[in-house]
T-cell receptor, first 112, second 114 residues
Framework: SQQGEEDPQALSIQEGENATMNCSYK?????LQWYRQNSGRGLVHLIL?????REKHSGRLRVTLDTSKKSSSLLITASRAADTASYFC????????????FGKGTKLSVKP | EAGVVQSPRYKIIEKKQPVAFWCNPI?????LYWYRQNLGQGPELLIR????????DSQLPKDRFSAERLKGVDSTLKIQPAELGDSAVYLC????????????FGQGTRLTVV
């Protein structure tokens, strides 16, 4: 079963624009992670935010977490064509004792 | 340092045949995951190991799937017999075993059952 649900399923923007993806989850979590997957490749970890954190930055990435709403958002600023990929949120929830559960992903297309 | 290594990268088999996938995690990583990813979907967890122990195999279809992790290092995932619906990418990932850290993924094995 999948814990998280990303929104939107697909997003198409122009280079230089910002991209925002959202993730909702079902049960209480220990942490939430975002991964990127280029077509035909493995997943690459982008950023991790713990349940007691509200916002985190890494380069052009900004992640927020609202545990009261069970939701997170990933913002990519000043997007580049190379950011074209699928983005997944993944949660480690308390009851799983370490299972990393992925959502269905958002497919981002950045047009040059 | 080498990343997570999976083999083979691609496999095409006929239905009802057996197939095996191999994974070599990053050295020192105690936690190993196997995921299945269907086209356009997110990875679905099949099994998680902590060292050599399968601590969660609740999503592994045990009638045809089996996995092992001998000596807590390399792991193999087997399907016997394969069905058409098993066509997917099988991903292996490893982590240090502390659940606040990231997982590192291999390139995956793309299985096509015909």
């Amino acid at each position: 079963s999948q814990q998280g649900e990303e929104d939107p399923q697909a997003l198409s923007i122009q280079e230089g624009e910002n991209a925002t993806m959202n993730c909702s989850y079902k049960t209480s979590i220990n942490n939430l992670q975002w991964y990127r997957q280029n077509s035909g490749r493995g997943l690459v970890h982008l950023i991790l935010i713990r349940s007691n954190e509200r916002e985190k930055h890494s380069g052009r990435l900004r992640v927020t977490l609202d545990t009261s709403k069970k939701s997170s958002s990933l913002l990519i600023t000043a997007s580049r064509a190379a950011d074209t990929a699928s983005y997944f949120c993944a949660t480690v929830y308390g009851g799983s004792q370490g299972n990393l559960i992925f959502g269905k992903g958002t497919k981002l297309s950045v047009k040059p | 340092e080498a990343g997570v290594v999976q083999s083979p990268r691609y496999k095409i088999i006929e239905k009802k045949q057996p197939v095996a996938f191999w994974c070599n995690p990053i050295s020192g990583h105690n936690t190993l995951y196997w995921y299945r990813q269907n086209l356009g979907q997110g990875p679905e967890l099949l099994i998680r190991y902590e060292n050599e122990e399968a601590v969660d195999d609740s999503q592994l279809p045990k009638d045809r799937f089996s996995a092992e992790r001998l000596k807590g290092v390399d792991s193999t995932l087997k399907i016997q017999p394969a069905e058409l619906g098993d066509s997917a990418v099988y991903l292996c990932a490893s982590s240090t075993g502390q659940y606040w850290t990231e997982a590192f993924f291999g390139q995956g094995t793309r299985l096509t059952v015909v």
